[in-house]
């Protein structure tokens, strides 16, 4: 034994054991399958993984078709008419099979072609919207690709936030919904849900909102509307951007054409087919004055609960006249620098009859009626002719037009001339200033500002000689409100444009009338009668000729501020004043821009239209205006004003002798 060899080794054996066996390769398929099964682990755990952190927080879904929304508000005119519609409109849901067939497909044309097919969300829309999220990190907001099963899940359950945590119960309620409701049920529900703009809930509210009808009633093109207002309903607006709506329309009605939902023939109809929208939303009319009184309603009567309907002093046919006069008369008066309006008409007991806040609404929503504040130039002189004649004054007064100084300021002139011996009613009318400045000395600047206060001035008062001339900054709607007592017999008139508020059902929360103060008179005679007298020469003969519209009684003043920043018309009839302003925002110069010209044509325009509406009488407290051949200084004096301003203006900053600058000395 002890000689006994060992066996020998086989070939390929490894060292101190059996020889070794070559490793057996896997084929193609089980490699497949291996790998398939590792990835569907993973993905497994992935899912269980992503269900178990974004299910965390997800909203109950036991409220599905519950619907929390703002209360709508609904905006009457005086007469009844639709004005506008603030807060959320829904209507009833609409059943899709009442609906044209078209109607549907032109939502899944454009929001989501392969709806019908995918469930609940679509992964190549996921892909590319995360590559486009990734190549423009930081450039905005996160772009979508989300299904109309998606779209829905948002509405319904979640915020609009533009998060991954958003997006990916996005997508975790979008498989439920799939899992739960047919295809139909999803659609039906995303029609009657989704927001179109416009404060519209659902087709059946944004077909009524835009078009005046029922959903079952929509062509092929205001579907395709419609259907493009889903990218952006501000942004798509057929009343905002009317060639953007237009040319997404255009895409929508292609793509409806692509999924052959319609024909070609039906495309080039609808292409061809003018869309009109509602007149009321089109038209956008008074959308100034609705946001003036939405913010009153709630301090009124609380944050509504429910829908409510608020009757206003507003006259739609005054009101739509009033824009076309400020938007035609601002674009007249371009070229001379005029970029901005505002227009307030009220009648004797306060009522805003007309409403203006700027020349577009559209393109500034900033309220120039009542937010703006801008220097009154010579539209303030009456009350500091209303001061001197209740101190005994009397039109016929004789003043001496010639050069003043007030402790170290020196008012002058337009022309640089002076008129020698005048009369209080010549000087007003042709708003003289040095005679304008003495007045207000002489009686007491705290006095015209007490008296410019009692009329319904609310804003602060300085004391400074200047004030005379209109160095106060008040709002269009002040002045407005302060010269009602002229036009109603010295009756004090506080502006407002809510008459009542009601709810929907017809239960009256606020009633204007209810507990309404005794009338206060403010003028007095025989100082209204002469105030009367003396305004109406300033539109019969004076600096406001251009005012004047034949057959009327009427009176008023113009104003134009220092540099030509601000130009004023105030004027009335019997118990009706509107006032107008024109200027820049940015409080610039225009060039030359007086009282008398861009501002006095706006009215003339305006009041052109509402004179034969308003059936008015003469103007209350004075006796009727006599036509009279002017006197011999009267004709010298406007063939002067005529010769030098081309009309009887005689508006400007003029000369100063003092260093400081001087923003009230324009006279009108």
Same mark, same amino acid.
């Given at each position: ?48 993984a ?9 909203p ?12 709508s ?10 004005v ?18 078209y109607?549907?497909?032109?939502f ?30 930081g450039?905005?907001?996160l ?23 958003r ?5 975790i309620?979008?498989i ?7 295809k139909?049920?999803?659609?039906e529900?995303y029609?009657?849900?989704v ?8 087709i ?28 952006g ?25 692509r ?7 039906q ?5 061809h ?11 956008q ?40 006069a ?17 227009l307030i ?9 007309a ?22 130039g ?5 009350f500091?002719y ?19 100084t007030?402790?170290n300021w ?14 209080l ?5 042709e708003?003289?200033n ?13 006095n ?11 804003s ?5 000689p ?6 106060v ?14 036009s ?12 009542r *508020?009601?709810? #929907? =059902? &017809?239960?009256?929360?606020? /009633? %204007?009338?209810?507990g309404? $103060?005794? !009338? ?6 025989p ?32 104003g134009?501020t ?9 004027g ?10 024109v ?7 225009m ?22 509406r308003?059936?008015?009488?003469g103007?209350p407290?004075a ?13 010298? *004096?406007?063939? #002067? =004003? &005529?010769?030098?301003?081309? /009309? %009887?203006?005689?508006?400007? $900053?003029? !000369? ?6 001087q ?6």
């Open positions: 034994m002890a000689n006994a060899k060992p066996p020998p080794r086989r070939a390929g054996g490894g060292r101190g054991g059996d020889p070794e066996e070559p490793p057996r390769r896997r084929s193609t398929l089980q490699s497949v399958i291996y790998w398939t099964l590792v990835a569907g682990v993973w993905g497994l755990i992935f899912m269980v992503f269900f178990a952190v974004f299910s965390v927080d997800l109950d879904t036991s409220k599905l078709y519950q619907v929390k929304r703002q209360p508000i609904s905006y009457l005119d005086r007469s009844g008419g639709l506008a519609v603030r807060g959320s409109q829904y209507a009833p849901p609409v059943d899709l099979d009442k609906l044209p067939p109607v549907p497909k032109a899944v044309a454009i929001e989501d072609r392969w709806f019908y097919w995918h469930f609940g969300f679509n992964p190549w829309g996921i892909v590319r919207s995360q590559v486009y999220d990734w190549t423009h990190h450039a905005g907001p772009r979508g690709g989300s299904t109309i099963t998606q779209q829905l899940a948002r509405n319904l359950f979640l915020t609009p936030n533009q998060t991954y945590r997006k990916a119960q996005e997508l309620l979008a439920w919904l799939e899992a739960k409701f047919s139909k049920q999803i659609l529900l029609l009657n849900r927001y179109f703009g416009a404060g519209a809930y659902g059946e509210a944004a077909s009524e909102r835009y078009f005046g009808k029922p959903a079952s009633q929509l062509s092929i093109g205001e579907a395709a509307l419609l259907a493009g207002l889903m990218k309903p501000s942004r798509y607006s057929p009343v905002a951007a009317t060639d953007r709506a237009e040319r997404r329309t255009t895409i929508v009605l292609d793509e409806m054409y999924i052959h939902a319609i024909t070609a023939a495309r080039d109809q609808a292409l087919t003018p869309v009109r929208v509602n007149p009321v939303l089109a038209n009319r008074a959308q100034y004055f609705t946001d003036w009184v939405d913010d009153q309603v709630r301090k009124l009567v609380g944050e509504p609960t429910e829908d409510l309907v608020v009757e206003t002093t507003l006259d739609l046919p005054l009101q739509a006249a009033a824009e076309a400020v938007q035609k008369g601002v674009e007249a008066a371009q070229s001379q620098g005029v970029k901005q309006s505002a008409s009220l009648d004797s007991e306060g009522r805003v009859r409403y203006v806040g700027g020349v577009n609404y559209l393109q500034s929503q900033f309220d120039r009626a009542t937010s703006a504040r801008r220097q009154a010579s539209s303030w002189k009456p500091v209303l001061t001197a004649m209740e101190a005994g004054r009397t039109p016929d007064t004789p003043v001496v037009d010639e050069p003043i007030i402790g020196s008012p002058r002139n337009y022309t640089g001339q002076y008129l020698g011996p005048i009369t009613e010549i000087a007003l009318k708003s003289i040095t005679v304008a400045a003495r007045l207000a000395s002489e009686v007491g600047t705290s015209v500002a007490a008296t410019a206060h009692r009329l319904g001035i609310v602060p008062i300085q004391l400074d200047s004030m005379a001339l209109g160095a900054e008040v709002s269009p709607m002040e002045m407005a409100q302060a010269y009602v007592p002229f109603n017999g010295g009756i004090f008139a506080r502006g407002y444009g809510i008459e *508020i009601r709810t #929907a =059902s &017809g239960r009256v929360l606020y /009633d %204007h009338n209810v309404l $103060p005794a !009338p206060r008179q403010v003028i007095g005679q100082a209204l009668s002469y105030m009367i007298r003396m305004m109406r020469q300033v539109i019969a003969s004076g600096t406001g000729t251009r005012a004047a519209v034949k057959g009327y009684d009427l009176a008023g003043k113009t134009t220092s540099d030509y920043r601000d130009a004023w018309f105030i009335y009839t019997g118990g009706f004043v509107t006032a107008v302003w200027g820049k925002d940015d409080n610039t110069p060039r030359k821009v007086t009282g008398g010209g861009p501002p006095a044509g706006i009215w003339h325009a305006y009041m052109a239209e509402a004179l034969p308003l059936k008015t009488a103007i407290g006796e009727a205006p006599q036509a009279e051949t002017p006197d011999m200084l009267s004709q010298i *004096i406007n063939g #002067a =004003s &005529g010769l030098l301003n081309g /009309d %009887h203006e005689a508006e400007g $900053p003029g !000369p100063q002798s003092q260093t400081r600058p923003p009230d000395e324009a006279p009108h």
